[in-house]
């Protein structure tokens, strides 16, 4: 089994008639996997080695230089850390350039369009606004967001503004403290280096450092990308590959930034009748990974698919072209495209791809390449005229779009006075036994969703409320959970009634959905903020709440980023992969018990959804029962 | 049906010493990588990479048709199973660590259990899954290690080898 | 044809089943001394030290080898007459044969000082010694004597230790343990080592009488030639063996140190066979010989059994002195010869007090010590025995890393594949 979506079953045999190369060929090409590295014991840090430790105790013990296993993993583990927290980050900066270049005057294309937000994320980072204009106050805002990314004198504002006292306690006891994003990112590079840090606590520390960083850009991407395209609220959409129409030119924009992705919604609504005068019905834009979940959550456009199965709707012949940004993206597309039509466009100077067809896209120039790359998927369409098409018919209702504002306007509707009462009287009361936050990517090693649709099913039935992100959300997406009727269908009893009451308080007629697809990989940053303002109402610190976040599917560093600072900041973290740090005990034992002492979450690894639903559920009871409040048996 | 061996391309061996895990992870209790490492087992690996003169060179044992080790074995463990099988494994409780197979294999590929109380071992096969490959063949990522049969020529030139060795 | 075979240990055994593959219709009988069953002779100090019941020592049991068309017949043999090919058992039986071996093996030496008669003074070679010695330990014996400083007596030691005799002593003739084996500096390894465990070693000592214990019949101490006094309850004597060359010799067969046989294993006796143990090779690398050494007892078992069943083939002298042995965690392996130039490698890893020591001259390597750190021995083996020149050998020992061209030689051939 490759895959449980049914869509990506069908594709994956057209590419096989077509001779076509997928993820999961490749996969099975790099079996045998080398045990060195998939334990985290391969050094490639100076050119000495590469060093290897042998896990099972022979010869070598030890890398040239001297480094441990202990030393060596826990080198391994914050470098990756640190790249997660650059891709995050780097996103972010590039939001806060595109606003800074609006206030500034430099670019047209990025104007303020949620100024509730501006005003609200300029008052939580002390930017006052009073009689200010918008474009005076974003500047402000800007400015101040890219100083986060060089060296402070304070604690990381960005990162510490948004959580709890308590848990900025707990940071500065250990001394995870980052004081600005890159030179956070720049430390852990140093430390790295051979012959700097070799105490795997001291490393490890530094990675939770770089993951409190990673924290402050995720959050910045989220708050900026509210303020420059809109801050989501629920809005109805389908996915997956059924969503493609033979008829219209087909774009899919796959990637992470909304700073390409939202000026390429807006161009699209414009270049209708160019599309139609190539003998088009329209222009159909499709999201793929989290750039989908970005321009779903705030225009109700279609997902594609997500992560693992990316190339794949190349090989319906009906995608004119696939436009990318970063993150997330294979290479391999453009060999997937070099027996279609579809045009594989990079817009990004710093992310190209040999083979494919760039076309720079900057803040100043934003309009006219949007405009150029929907022209050349117009030729592209054209081209493609006598072809044989072959999509799916396969794609699942979508209700998506929760912010943490949609998400209390909605709850409101039942206590105006005090949105978030009556979800923790519902948390008290039992009926939700507990939140958890389901992120993360695909990985090609676990069947295709195999694990997010498992532990789903099992937590949703047992009342515990499910967030979604990234390629998570999509594959919820995908496989209707993200639906009123999925509420019907999985949600145990206590926790329908409560989706049953939100859905009528608000007039939708039917209960939400019982997974809420709360954005992309970095809103992630929207679950800390639910969990802070319960935490801060209820007078506890995050460490104490019945939330955990799982990665069942993870593979990114990304990935590895964000479970850090969710256990640095209490919660009860699953991964799904065995992450590549089995070859030294200290470290493993530390990530998954050790830290459990230091900053209240810890990291349960477990293959097995069923098994991992049981885990996580334990924690959540766990932490019922610290709260004082009734728990229930698996 | 004729015993096959374990052929080694030394040319395409990069040392990359997957090889070696996978031996010790198919010899592990758990009987998987992660989950030997996970549980903290110290299986030994049945094969060898030689570096020498900037070349690898994988080896193990041959499973010699008149073996040194068999020869050697004081206790009546090591010996000449069904099918050509050189092996202690299905008489691992005769083995006392002696040594004398270890001291005895002009391979090398003879070593110690590294248990307390420790045993030889060496490659015994019990390693293959349905399919019959041994663990090390399938860890091979260049194919420097391949497995089937030695044909006529070459088979002869190594009893010609062995029997030389054996009298010199 | 009717083959018969006098001693049922590692040479008659291995004769016996060569001899059976090389002619499967051969009438082949064994005539074993100490019973039906072959046992593993070198595990006795298993049995002694408590670690093992003979069902777990048996190299054949009689049924093992009756599946293999062999007979096996209990009992002493006390002359044989090569003219008629009889051989003469103990107890009247006559064995007639067409092609006999000897494979007598040898006997301990027991000093030949007053009070070796006693109960409890004897030597270790056979299970029915060890099944003395744990029955005089049954009987409350706390102190323990072993003289000589070799494999024998090392081994005994060890496993009186095991078999909880509070004090063993060894008293050692030489400045060093394992003399004929070792250099000075690993037997000081070893001896630090038998000392961890309790062992009272007396260096440059050796015995002068045995004197009997306060009940009579036993022995109660060993008398040294320095006057001092030893309590022992158990003396065991480690100082060396003798070819059991009787029925050769009574039979008019030519013997050295041992029974004298060519390359193709023959003795001077028309149709007799001798090999193991009981065998000396004439000729050259044949003087030092016999080795007392299983696996070269296996070689020249195997050899002679197929010469007898009516394939010619001569077995080479020139093999090397190869000892492998452990004591707990004390693991020794000596190979060939010490001398020439030397190359030491020591260590903490892998094992605490771990040395391996190279011999070599004219770049070819005449033996090597290894003690804890037994890695690859094997290989170094090979290069003793075939005397190979290997330029830069002192350069290559020394780094433990052989050059590739006396890798893959020492490897082998016909596996290691090379790119057309």
Known sequence: ?634 | ?168 | MNLVIVGNSAAGVAAAEAARRASPRARITVIGDEGAQAYCRCLIPEILAGTADFSRIILRSGEDLRREGIEVAGGRAVEILPGPGRVMLEDGREIPYDRLLLATGAAPVLPDLPGRELQGVMGFRDYSDALEAVRIAGAGAGDAVVLGGGLVSLKAAHALKKRGFARVTLVVKSPHLMSKQLDPESAGLVGRAFEGMGVRIIFGADASAFLPGPGGGGVGSVLLEDGREIPAGLVIAGKGVRPRTGLAERAGGAAGRGILVDSCLRTTLPGVYAAGDCAQVAGPGGEEAPWGLWPLAVEQGRRAGLNMAGREEPWQPGGVAQNAVRFGPLSVISVGRRGGEEVAVRRRHPAPGSLRKFFFRDDRLLGYVFVNDIRDAGLYTWLVRSGRRVPGLGRFLAGERLPLEAMTWLSGRDHILREG
């Open chain 2, 1 to 168: 049906m004729e015993f096959k061996e374990i052929l080694i391309r030394p040319d395409k061996c990069t040392g990359c010493l997957s090889c070696r895990l996978a031996c010790a992870a198919a010899h592990s209790r758990a009987g998987n990588f992660l989950g030997a490492v996970a549980a903290g087992e110290k299986p030994r690996a049945r094969i060898f990479v030689h570096r020498a003169g900037g070349k690898n060179l994988p080896l193990n044992c041959r499973h010699c048709t008149d073996p040194p080790c068999v020869d050697a074995c004081v206790a009546a463990s090591m010996h000449t199973a069904g099918g050509g099988l050189v092996t202690n494994h299905d008489r691992q409780e005769r083995c006392i660590g002696c040594w004398m197979c270890v001291m005895s294999c002009p391979f090398g590929a003879i070593r110690d259990s590294g248990e307390e109380d420790p045993r030889a071992v060496k490659c015994d096969r019990q390693c293959a899954p349905g399919d019959g490959l041994p663990a090390c063949v399938r860890a091979c990522p260049t194919g420097a290690l391949t497995y089937g049969t030695v044909d006529q020529f070459s088979a002869s030139s190594r009893e010609e080898f062995l029997r030389k060795w054996l009298q010199c």
């Open chain 1, 1 to 634: 089994m490759k895959s449980h979506d049914t869509a990506v079953r069908v594709m994956l045999d057209a590419a096989r008639d077509q001779g076509a190369e997928t993820v999961w060929d490749r996969h099975a090409k790099q079996d045998p996997r080398c045990g060195f590295g998939e334990t985290g014991l391969c050094c490639r840090h100076c050119s000495q080695g590469p060093c290897r430790i042998n896990p099972f105790g022979e010869d070598p013990q030890k890398g040239v230089c001297g480094a441990d296993a202990d030393t060596m993993v826990a080198r391994g583990l914050v470098r990756a850390i640190a790249a997660g927290c650059a891709s995050h980050s780097g996103h972010a900066k590039h939001l806060a350039h595109a606003l800074h270049k609006w206030a500034k005057g430099h670019s047209d294309h990025y104007p303020v369009k949620d100024e509730a937000k501006l005003k609200a994320v300029a008052g939580r980072m002390g930017i006052s606004g009073e009689g200010m204009e918008t474009r005076q106050l974003a500047g402000q805002l800007a400015d101040l967001a890219l100083k986060q990314f060089a060296e402070g004198e304070a604690p990381l504002a960005w990162a510490f503004n948004h959580l709890t006292a308590g848990r900025r306690e707990a940071l500065e006891r250990l001394g995870a403290v980052p004081t600005g994003i890159e030179n956070t990112i720049a430390e852990m590079l140093h430390r790295t280096h051979m012959g700097v840090d070799a105490d795997p606590v001291n490393l490890l520390i530094g990675g939770i450092a770089c993951a409190v960083a990673d924290y402050a850009g995720s959050h910045m991407a989220t708050d900026l990308s509210d303020i420059l395209f809109g801050t989501p609220q629920p809005v109805a959409s389908r996915a997956n590959l059924g969503v493609m129409d033979a008829g219209k030119v087909n774009i899919a924009l796959h990637g992470h930034n909304p700073v390409l992705s939202d000026l390429l919604v807006r161009a699209a609504l414009e270049m209708e009748g160019e599309a139609g005068e190539a003998g088009a019905a329209g222009i159909n834009l499709m999201g793929v990974c989290c750039t989908g979940n970005e321009i779903l959550m705030r225009h109700g456009v279609p997902s594609l698919t997500h992560s693992i199965s990316q190339e794949l709707p190349i090989f319906t012949g009906a995608l004119d072209a696939m436009v990318v940004d970063y993150q997330c993206v294979y290479p391999s597309l453009v060999a997937a495209a070099s027996c279609a039509h579809t045009r594989v466009i990079t817009t990004m100077g710093m992310a190209k791809i040999s083979g494919a067809v760039h076309i720079e896209f900057t803040e100043e120039n934003a309009r006219e390449s949007a405009q150029k790359i929907i022209r050349e998927a117009i030729g592209a369409f054209k081209s493609r005229k006598g072809r044989a098409v072959s999509i799916p018919e396969i794609s699942s209702e979508v209700t998506a779009g929760f912010s943490v504002e949609a998400i209390v306007g909605a709850l409101s509707k039942l206590d105006p006075a005090d949105p978030l009462k009556p979800l923790i009287d519902n948390i008290v009361g039992g009926n939700i036994q507990g939140v958890v936050l389901v992120a993360g990517c695909n990985n090609v090693k676990v069947p295709q969703d195999e694990n997010f649709l498992g532990l789903a099913k099992e937590l949703l039935a047992r009342d515990v409320l499910v967030l979604a992100t990234g390629c998570g959300a999509g594959a919820y997406a995908r496989h209707g959970f993200l639906t009123p009727g999925a509420a019907e269908k999985y949600a145990g009893p206590g926790l329908k009634a409560v989706l049953s009451a939100v859905g009528e308080a608000n007039g939708l007629g039917g209960p939400l959905p019982p997974v809420l697809h709360i954005g992309s990989c970095v809103d992630n940053s929207r679950a800390v903020d639910i969990a802070v303002a319960v935490a801060n109402r209820l007078g506890v610190d995050t460490d104490k709440l019945p939330v955990a976040a799982s990665a069942p599917e993870y593979k990114t560093e990304k990935a590895v980023s964000i479970g850090t600072y969710a256990v640095a900041f209490g919660l009860p973290v699953h991964l799904g992969v065995v992450p590549p740090v089995l070859g030294s005990q200290t470290v493993a034992g530390l990530l998954t018990a050790g830290v459990k002492e230091l900053l209240g979450g810890w990291f349960i690894v477990e293959p097995d959804p069923l098994k991992a639903a049981e885990a996580i559920f334990g924690a959540l009871q766990e932490r019922r029962r610290g709260l004082g409040l009734a728990s229930r048996p698996w």
